[in-house]
């Protein structure tokens, strides 16, 4: 097994040690993978669980202590953050959830390992009274469909959602919105909330689904429904592989328990379906090839200056290349960015 994958498994406890000690060659490819799946935090932890004699060279390990530290600061600083935002939607008489970020890496065995990003917060009402309500104190930009940006702190990122997430189909889209409505972790009792593990288990798919799709995935999404997976009640994986299939995400499902078996030995007992063997070995690559979001997919390039129908053009060429995987999904993607383009300049959001 590649060092890279043994040391997935020890950053969850399922192993002690890799199989042979790598060379520094070894090391520095482990490295830069981690670095490129967003999983630095948690692959160093594993690193100091290993054995003396496998341990990375000394300026390896040194740069990667440097990084998880930053990390586990940013971590800190969200959740002091979550805290103020908690305060900032009561004084403005609003509800919300947490989604993924924070939320997720309560799952994990270290949460602070987990690399956090920006500040997902789904608000309860429409788009229109939710833009008014925050642009009477904070400036708010970036609208788009299902989210915008709010800037309520100076040193982190906090995206307001109007819908946790999309899909491109719209039939499945409106399906998906009716589900996560009625579904909504809302509460009275409380101004912020996280979702529980049947509500991730049907939001996360549909969030990775799109960004596979639209731009990127990497493991570092994959190991959050890992352990989100771990976290959902036998009698409810049925029902929600039920839910996948009604919302036209059956196959990319059945590709993720491939992938997640994979690279995480995921237990036959935790998979909402039998793996899917041809669109799995495909994505098994991509994720590597991707990196997190995408950011490192060599079909992601593009020259500098770019213009937006070359830029339009470009992306959907490479989301062509999942029609024959995907065809409900990818049918729709041209349409959907164009009349979202259409909307955004209509509405004056761009």
């Not at 799946?37 to 054995?51: K, W």
């Not at 196959?251 to 669109?279: G, H, I, V, W």
């Amino acid at each position: 097994m590649h060092p890279f994958r043994k040391l997935l498994l020890v950053s969850m406890g399922r192993a002690s040690s890799l199989e042979n000690d790598p060379t520094p060659l070894d090391w520095k490819h482990v490295y830069i993978m981690s670095r490129r799946q967003a999983l630095i935090g948690v692959l160093n932890a594993a690193v100091h669980r290993l054995p003396e004699s496998q341990l990375p060279p000394a300026d390896i390990l040194h740069e990667w202590d440097l990084l998880s530290s930053k990390i586990e600061k940013l971590y800190k600083r969200h959740e002091e953050r979550v805290v103020e935002l908690e305060s900032v939607l009561q004084r403005l008489g609003l509800r919300g959830c947490i989604l993924k970020g924070t939320g997720l890496a309560q799952l994990y065995p270290d949460p602070s390992r987990r690399q956090s990003g920006d500040i997902d917060v789904w608000v309860q009402g429409s788009r229109k009274k939710i833009i008014e309500v925050f642009s009477k104190d904070y400036r708010i930009h970036s609208i788009l469909y299902q989210e915008c940006k709010a800037d309520i702190f100076n040193d982190t990122v906090v995206e307001v959602h109007f819908h946790p997430a999309k899909l491109y189909n719209p039939f499945c889209n409106a399906r998906f919105q009716r589900w996560m409505r009625k579904h909504s972790p809302f509460s009275d009792s409380a101004t912020l909330t996280y979702p529980d593990a049947e509500f991730n288990s049907v939001f996360c798919m549909g969030h990775m689904f799109r960004h596979y799709i639209g731009g990127g995935l990497g493991l570092r999404q994959m190991m959050d429904y890992y352990y989100v997976l771990r976290e959902l009640p036998a009698a409810a994986r049925r029902p929600v592989f039920q839910t996948l299939k009604r919302l036209g995400m059956g196959s990319f499902a059945a590709a993720t328990m491939m992938a997640l078996q994979f690279y995480f030995c995921l237990e036959d007992e935790y998979l909402l379906c039998p793996p899917d063997t041809k669109r799995g070995r495909i994505l098994i690559e991509d994720l590597i090839r991707m990196g997190n979001f995408g950011r490192f997919d060599p079909r992601n390039r593009h020259a500098e200056g770019e213009t937006r129908f070359a830029r339009f053009r470009r992306r959907n060429r490479k989301v062509l290349t999942f029609f024959h995987l995907y065809p409900r999904e990818v049918f729709w993607v041209p349409i959907f960015r164009m009349c979202h383009f259409a909307w955004r300049l209509f509405k004056g959001y761009i």
